[in-house]
T-cell receptor, first 111, second 115 residues
Framework: QKEVEQDPGPLSVPEGAIVSLNCTYSNSAFQYFMWYRQYSRKGPELLMYTYSSGNKEDGRFTAQVDKSSKYISLFIRDSQPSDSATYLCAMRETGGFKTIFGAGTRLFVKA | ETGVTQTPRHLVMGMTNKKSLKCEQHLGHNAMYWYKQSAKKPLELMFVYSLEERVENNSVPSRFSPECPNSSHLFLHLHTLQPEDSALYLC??????????????FGPGTRLTVT
């Protein structure tokens, strides 16, 4: 079983839709949860991070962590064509230095 | 130059060639990383350096050889590669090994094709 599972997609939505991206994980020691966005021909860039369980909101983006289910989500409201990218979830244990990434979900937002 | 830069951006090499990938970070960070990114697979951590010392060698074949001459530069020396080594190689840096908020800054990557 992979430590982090993420559906690679692709996911195609119309402009203005609410997008839900998800990851599941198996390591209960993960405490830091991150979402990276990777545009074509670029490296990943950190979008949001959360510690332990709960929600975090930043503009049109909301990150949720449910540690009891080992499930994390990223919601994008009012999606825009500029949101078209690959979204990678990533996780880390407290005190650890290895970040474990998901395979990434390719998102297309059509105008 | 700002952030993390990588050269070359594209590289095609034969299985008997020797080449090197270069990474430079302009952020004053102390930790640097090499990752391999293949299609529809998670990023694979290859090597980690902290203050120019290697702290992780993640079961990487010896045909990949890293070098960190100072905290701003990281190299990946390649020799006798296999076609399955074709991938995007990403360099990243972070303030420290255990930075908060655990942000790594990535370069644009080198797209490597082994023929």
């Amino acid at each position: 079983q992979k430590e982090v599972e993420q559906d690679p997609g692709p996911l195609s939505v119309p402009e203005g839709a609410i997008v839900s991206l998800n990851c599941t994980y198996s390591n209960s020691a993960f405490q830091y949860f991150m979402w990276y966005r990777q545009y074509s021909r670029k490296g990943p860039e950190l979008l949001m991070y959360t510690y332990s369980s709960g929600n975090k909101e930043d503009g049109r983006f909301t990150a949720q962590v449910d540690k009891s289910s080992k499930y994390i989500s990223l919601f994008i409201r009012d999606s825009q064509p500029s949101d078209s990218a690959t979204y990678l979830c990533a996780m880390r244990e407290t005190g650890g230095f290895k970040t474990i990434f998901g395979a990434g979900t390719r998102l297309f937002v059509k105008a | 130059e700002t952030g993390v830069t990588q050269t070359p951006r594209h590289l095609v090499m034969g299985m008997t060639n020797k080449k090197s990938l270069k990474c430079e970070q302009h952020l004053g960070h102390n930790a640097m990383y090499w990752y391999k990114q293949s299609a529809k697979k998670p990023l694979e951590l290859m090597f980690v350096y902290s203050l120019e010392e290697r702290v992780e060698n993640n079961s990487v074949p010896s045909r990949f050889s890293p070098e960190c001459p100072n905290s701003s530069h990281l190299f990946l020396h390649l020799h006798t590669l296999q076609p399955e080594d074709s991938a995007l190689y990403l360099c990243a840096s972070s303030q420290d090994l255990q930075p908060r908020p655990y942000e790594q800054y990535f370069g644009p990557g080198t797209r490597l094709t082994v023929t």
